[in-house]
């Protein structure tokens, strides 16, 4: 029998993290749970107000922030945010890569400016910090972890969002990548990807209704919160503090799902169905084989519609 007292420690005491995006919604909600576990936090916003309210519920609360106002994306962004942490607590210990907009359009209107705006604040923002931690962490010389945030989205694409799932795919892929690259440093590489009540959520329909309610006070149904994976931002928020902490130094390279009442791990691509003809494949042997051999069962794309419960007219179910 395992025995609760002997498990690694969760504790965060003396160690210091970045968390980008974290002036409100699920960035603040990290930055606040890695407080609560006793780190000291770089808060980053765009806005100055924002991230300063955001350091205020963290101190207030007893924990230790500051604030650099920065938008993440160029190396310098990144230099600063690493900086900051360091000039600030003395060193950094955790990266948790954050900071998103959307810009979402169909492929055919969507403009050079839609895509290269949220690529640049996703996917060439978490390289930058990242690379920035990286080489902070390895001259330290005593481990750390990189926590980037990717996306259902990325793991499976998303209608209208071509710029927003092709960086989240990205960022799945770096970790694995950094995985290998930072394993001898003792540095740990995992997504966590959220599923909660957010600016970029409250827009899908089925949701609507219940982000509304959740306003006014009423709580998540269990059919969201179980079934769905659907919660609020604190709700994500414990599997970060958990990967930056001893408990999980054996845990790496992983793409780990989190919403509501729900955990999970994601799978990493494979191939699921293979064929073999003698001498090679010509386009012909391909289409006379491909439904009866690697076709058969055909994967499927989108993020699953909510299986939502029927009610009478009107009325949203408990």
């Known amino acids: 029998m395992s025995d609760a007292t002997s498990a690694p420690s969760t504790s965060?005491?003396?160690?210091?993290?970045?968390?980008?995006?974290?002036?409100?919604?699920l960035g603040l909600a990290y930055a606040t749970a890695l407080a609560r576990?006793?780190?000291?936090v770089v808060v980053n916003d765009v806005d100055a107000d924002v991230a300063g309210q955001a350091v205020e519920t963290i101190t207030e609360?007893?924990?230790?922030?500051?604030?650099e106002v920065v938008p993440v994306g160029t190396a310098e962004a990144a230099e600063r945010l690493v900086g900051r942490a360091?000039?600030?607590?003395?060193?950094?210990?955790?990266?948790?890569?954050?900071?998103g907009i959307l810009r979402d359009r169909v492929l055919w209107k969507m403009t050079d400016d839609d895509f290269d705006a949220v690529?640049?604040?996703?996917?060439?923002g978490t390289f930058t910090c990242a690379r920035a931690a990286a080489v902070r962490l390895r001259e330290q010389g005593e481990g750390g972890s990189l926590v980037l945030v990717a996306s259902p989205a990325g793991q499976r694409g998303n209608f209208g969002q071509t710029n927003y799932a092709a960086a989240k795919a990205g960022i799945a892929a770096m970790v694995r990548t950094w995985s290998m690259e930072l394993a001898r440093?003792?540095?740990?590489?995992?997504?966590?990807?959220?599923?909660?009540?957010?600016?970029?959520t409250e827009t899908i329909p089925a949701f609507a209704p219940y982000v509304d309610a959740l306003r006014g006070g009423e709580p998540l149904p269990g059919?969201?919160?179980?079934?769905?994976?659907?919660?609020?931002?604190?709700?994500?928020?414990?599997?970060?503090?958990?990967?930056?902490?001893?408990?999980?130094?054996?845990?790496?390279?992983?793409?780990?799902?989190?919403?509501?009442?729900?955990?999970?791990?994601?799978s990493h691509p494979q191939e699921v169905s293979v064929a073999y003809a003698?001498?090679?494949?010509?386009?012909?042997?391909?289409?006379?084989?491909?439904?009866?051999?690697?076709?058969?069962?055909?994967?499927?794309?989108?993020i699953p519609a909510p299986r939502l419960p029927k009610a009478p007219e009107g009325v949203i179910p408990a």
């Open 185 to 200: 440093a003792g540095v740990t590489v995992n997504a966590v990807v959220p599923v909660a009540a957010t600016a970029m």
């Open 61 to 67: 609360a007893g924990g230790r922030a500051v604030a």
């Open 119 to 124: 690529v640049t604040t996703h996917l060439r």
């Open 12 to 25: 965060l005491d003396g160690k210091v993290a970045v968390v980008t995006g974290s002036g409100r919604g």
């Open 278 to 302: 003698d001498g090679g494949w010509s386009p012909r042997t391909i289409a006379e084989t491909w439904h009866t051999s690697v076709g058969r069962e055909p994967q499927a794309v989108g």
């Open 86 to 99: 360091v000039s600030e607590f003395g060193r950094l210990d955790v990266m948790v890569t954050n900071a």
């Open 223 to 266: 059919f969201l919160r179980k079934g769905e994976g659907f919660g609020t931002p604190e709700d994500c928020a414990a599997l970060v503090p958990f990967l930056a902490s001893e408990a999980a130094r054996d845990v790496t390279g992983q793409c780990i799902g989190i919403g509501g009442d729900k955990l999970a791990l994601w």
């Open 37 to 40: 576990s006793g780190a000291s």
